[in-house]
């Protein structure tokens, strides 16, 4: 079993739908969650990020933590075309293994008008 | 600032065929990685640089070697390319300070092996 798990889709919305993507994982002892985003034949950029459990908000994006259940969301309302991607959530647990990261699959998202 | 840099952008090798994939930051960035995307793999850590003068292996090192020639480049070595090493390299550099693991990634190397 990887260490964090996200359904790569596709999934395809039309324009102004909120978007809910997921990522489940299986070691507590991840504390720093991130969510980057992969424009076509592009690199990762970072997107959202977020300590411990919690929500995080920033414009159209809220990044949720639920420690307890081993599973963070990211939401996009009011989607636009320009939000298709590749969501990847990232997640790391500043041990031994110093910034290290651990990425889900990615989910590949289109928005259509 | 330019960020991460990668050269080449694009190659093509036929097995048995070595090639060094170069990776350049100008953020004074510690640690530097190496990862390989697949398609329905997400990314896999090949090797990672903690900080100059270090490497450790990642989660798939088998095939490749690392060199951190400084703090600012850190190139991955194929030194017998096979067809199982087709995928896209991405570069990433990291500050590490005490509240976030920001990684900031490169444009990526689409390495095609025959």
């Known amino acids: 079993q990887k260490e964090v798990e996200q359904d790569p889709g596709p999934l395809s919305v039309p324009e102004g739908a909120i978007v809910s993507l997921n990522c489940t994982y299986s070691?507590?002892?991840?504390?720093?969650f991130m969510w980057y985003r992969q424009y076509s034949r592009k690199g990762p950029e970072l997107l959202m990020y977020?300590?411990?459990?919690g929500n995080k908000e920033d414009g159209r994006f809220t990044a949720q933590v639920d420690k307890s259940s081993k599973y963070i969301s990211l939401f996009i309302r009011d989607s636009q075309p320009s939000d298709s991607a590749t969501y990847l959530c990232?997640?790391?647990?500043?041990?031994?293994?110093?910034?290290?990261?651990?990425f889900g699959r990615g989910t590949q998202l289109t928005v259509w008008p | 600032n330019a960020g991460v840099t990668q050269t080449p952008k694009f190659q093509v090798l036929k097995t048995g065929q070595s090639m060094t994939l170069q990776c350049a930051q100008d953020?004074?960035?510690?640690?530097m990685y190496w990862y390989r995307q697949d398609p329905g793999m997400g990314l896999r850590l090949i090797y990672y640089?903690?900080?100059?003068?270090?490497?450790d292996k990642g989660e798939v090192p088998n095939g490749y070697n690392v060199s951190r020639l400084n703090k600012r480049e850190f190139s991955l070595r194929l030194e017998s390319a096979a067809p199982s090493q087709t995928s896209v390299y991405f570069c990433?550099?990291?500050?590490?300070?005490?509240?976030?693991?920001?990684?900031?990634f490169g444009p990526g190397t689409r390495l095609l092996v025959l």
């Open positions: 990433a550099s990291s500050a590490q300070t005490d509240f976030q693991e920001t990684q900031y």
């Open positions: 070691n507590s002892a991840f504390q720093y």
């Open positions: 977020t300590y411990s459990s």
């Open positions: 990232a997640m790391s647990d500043r041990g031994s293994t110093l910034g290290r990261l651990y």
């Open positions: 953020m004074n960035h510690n640690s």
């Open positions: 640089s903690a900080s100059e003068g270090t490497t």
